[in-house]
């Protein structure tokens, strides 16, 4: 019995600059209370080099809100935004860029609206430290077990395999895991590898898909 796939006709969302140095990265957007599971929002997180990032709702094609960056800045990776509803009238966004230019930095704009008032903005930035490698993905860690109330803290990789854990709010470093760590657990050597792709998942969720036949990969994560 063979299955249709029903796909709806595309339509533009908005429309973005078209100059020749005009590039663009593209984020998804996640929203739910602190403490529950994220879920992806019908809206989309567009970098833009040289200009800034606009989040856009999808179904609608409106502009939400756009944050400036200095010209000659460029998005090393998409960016990562969250939206959460922290009490009846209290409403919290917080987006994450990755950005280099004279510096390599991480920039946090963090929007609080309290019911009809205007949104009250800051932003917060971090120097990334360490290797000299570029940042390829830009993600957030949920909050477990006794800590299911606190602020998702942000993971970032590198394209030399680095990882580095940032406070989501203050965006201190918390820890750090060196490209070498790569190669603790394979016989190969691990020299000048490059990250093309991250994603961040559960040992879970990893176990019944991506590592379903690949017990040896779990069993490394299960010592850790």
């Known amino acids: 019995m063979s299955?249709?796939?029903?796909?709806?006709?595309p339509y533009v969302v908005a429309t973005l600059p078209r100059s020749k140095q005009a590039q663009y990265v593209v984020g998804e957007v996640y929203g739910g209370a602190p403490g529950s599971k994220k879920r992806k929002r019908s809206e989309l997180a567009v970098g833009i080099h040289g200009e800034g990032?606009?989040?856009y709702d999808v179904s609608s094609?409106?502009?939400?809100?756009?944050?400036?960056?200095?010209?000659?800045?460029?998005f090393s990776c998409p960016p990562y935004s969250s939206r959460s509803k922290t009490t009846k009238t209290k409403t919290e966004r917080r987006t994450y860029v990755s950005t280099s230019g004279s510096?390599?930095?991480?920039?946090l704009f963090h929007?609080?609206?309290?019911?009809?008032?205007?949104?009250?903005?800051t932003i917060t930035t971090h120097k990334i430290s360490q290797s000299k490698a570029p940042v390829v993905h830009l993600g957030a860690l949920a909050p477990t077990g006794l800590d299911a109330?606190?602020?998702s803290d942000i993971l970032i990789v590198k394209k030399d395999g680095e990882i580095q854990?940032?406070?989501g709010e203050s965006l201190q470093l918390l820890w750090s895991s060196p490209s070498t760590a790569l190669g603790r657990a394979s016989s190969l050597s691990m020299n000048n590898i490059e990250v093309e792709y991250a994603h961040i998942t559960n040992a879970y969720s990893a176990g019944q898909g991506i590592l379903r036949r690949r017990q040896d990969v779990l069993h490394f994560f299960h010592k850790r």
């Open 149 to 151: 109330v606190k602020k």
């Open 103 to 107: 510096e390599d930095k991480i920039t």
């Open 61 to 74: 094609s409106k502009l939400l809100t756009s944050y400036a960056l200095p010209p000659g800045t460029s």
């Open 111 to 121: 929007d609080i609206t309290e019911g009809s008032n205007t949104a009250q903005s």
């Open 3 to 9: 299955s249709r796939i029903s796909l709806q006709q």
């Open 53 to 55: 990032v606009n989040l």
């Open 165 to 167: 854990c940032l406070d």
